[in-house]
């Protein structure tokens, strides 16, 4: 009867081996995790070159101002040709 005994206590140690492969599926799923968090990173560096494209449309406008000042000077020496005309009528 005291040898039956002792085949019990060994069915009990392979029941705690099975629960050891059990945590080791678990680890398994926090990696999986961490590689999400690092797309997400990925979408701000995006969204900073999209802010310099628009310095850039800024300087175009400037330049375009300066073009009209030029057109301004222009009028004036036409009416400097009219005072000429005005001289051979005395005359």
Same mark, same amino acid.
């Given at each position: ?5 002792? *085949? ?7 029941? @705690?081996?099975?629960? &050891? !492969?059990?945590?080791?599926?678990? $680890? !398994?799923?926090? @990696?999986?995790? $961490?590689?999400?968090?690092?797309? @997400?990173?990925?979408? &701000? ?6 802010? @310099?494209?628009? $310095? !850039?449309? &800024?300087?175009?406008? $400037? !330049? ?17 040709? *009219? ?5 051979? +009528?005395? +005359?």
């Amino acid at each position: 009867t005291a040898i039956g005994s002792s *085949n019990t206590l060994t069915g009990n140690l392979n029941q @705690v081996l099975g629960n &050891q !492969n059990t945590a080791i599926g678990l $680890s !398994n799923v926090i @990696v999986g995790n $961490s590689n999400l968090a690092a797309g @997400v990173a990925n979408s &701000q560096i995006g969204s900073n070159n999209v802010a @310099v494209g628009n $310095s !850039n449309s &800024q300087f175009g406008n $400037s !330049n375009t101002a300066i073009g009209c000042a030029n057109t301004a000077i222009g009028s004036g020496n036409t009416q400097i040709g *009219n005072a000429n005309l005005a001289y051979g +009528n005395n +005359n």
